[in-house]
């Protein structure tokens, strides 16, 4: 069992940044080894991915966010982070913190069982 707690949300005008934090409970050599996503949800539609690190810290993005968004982790610390710079309205969501508790990084949100609460971004034109 892997529980993901996020945090680092909040509501920021267009423009602005902000950093989500994601903490996980397992052995760190386990973590260390875990493809680890960001997915946003807004109301009426379906999760979305982000962005995504593997163990080797190679990351991939939404197109819609390349270049503004940077993930990241520090696997002393068993925490991946999100920074998001230049935010847009578009951008207001839950933001999710997953993984599916091995090392493949592929698939969308159906194939990552462990999810942390969300921690809501909201962004102001």
């Known amino acids: 069992q892997v529980q993901l707690v996020e945090s680092g949300g909040g509501s920021v005008q267009a423009g602005g940044s902000l950093r989500l934090s994601c903490v996980a409970s397992?052995?760190?050599?386990?973590?260390?080894?875990?493809?680890m996503g960001w997915f946003r949800q807004t109301p009426g539609n379906e999760r979305e991915g982000v962005a995504r690190?593997?163990?080797?810290?190679?990351?991939e993005y939404a197109d819609s966010v390349k270049g503004r968004f940077t993930v990241s982790r520090d696997n002393a610390k068993k925490t991946l982070y999100l920074q998001m710079n230049s935010l847009k309205p578009e951008d207001t969501a839950m933001y999710y913190c997953?993984?599916?508790?091995?090392?493949?990084?592929?698939?969308?949100?159906?194939?990552?069982?462990?999810w942390g609460q969300g921690t809501q971004v909201t962004v102001s034109s």
């Open positions: 397992t052995f760190t050599y386990l973590y260390s080894g875990y493809c």
């Open positions: 690190i593997d163990g080797r810290s190679i990351a």
């Open positions: 997953a993984t599916k508790g091995i090392a493949t990084c592929t698939g969308d949100y159906r194939d990552f069982g462990y």
